[in-house]
């Protein structure tokens, strides 16, 4: 079992920049596939950005592509989303995911992960 604790979130003007963070227990994060989703108000959570267990493959959602950055360091048992040129529509709850994997896998459904953290708040003001 794995327990995930995001930091990093918080207010910030459009056009900026926030790194979040997803730390995680136990000695196998490697292991793990891990994922960014967030959810506003009012929607259903969505899929931001994946990785795989070694970091050598990411997937991103066509909204966030070319501005946020999914990356992970095992040996600190982190994944960081670093989130470039916010917009207001980044407004979210952001949530990281793992979801144990025996071979890399990109994982874009909420109901494909095993493990979520409680979530940092984002918000973007215009």
């Known amino acids: 079992q794995v327990q995930l604790v995001e930091s990093g979130g918080g207010l910030v003007q459009a056009g900026g920049s926030l790194r979040l963070s997803c730390a995680a227990s136990g000695r196998t994060f490697s292991s793990y596939s891990m994922g960014w989703f967030r959810q506003a108000p009012g929607k259903e959570r969505e899929f931001v950005a994946t990785?795989?267990?070694?970091?050598?493959?990411?997937y991103y959602d066509d909204s966030v592509k070319g501005r946020f950055t999914i990356s992970r360091d095992n040996a600190k048992n982190t994944v960081y989303l670093q989130m470039n040129s916010l917009k207001p529509e980044d407004t979210a709850v952001y949530y990281c995911?793992?979801?144990?994997?025996?071979?890399?896998?990109?994982?874009?459904?909420?109901?494909?992960?095993?493990?979520w953290g409680q979530g940092t708040q984002v918000t973007v003001s215009s």
């Open positions: 995911a793992a979801k144990i994997a025996k071979i890399p896998l990109l994982l874009r459904r909420p109901d494909q992960y095993e493990y």
């Open positions: 990785i795989t267990r070694i970091g050598t493959i990411t």
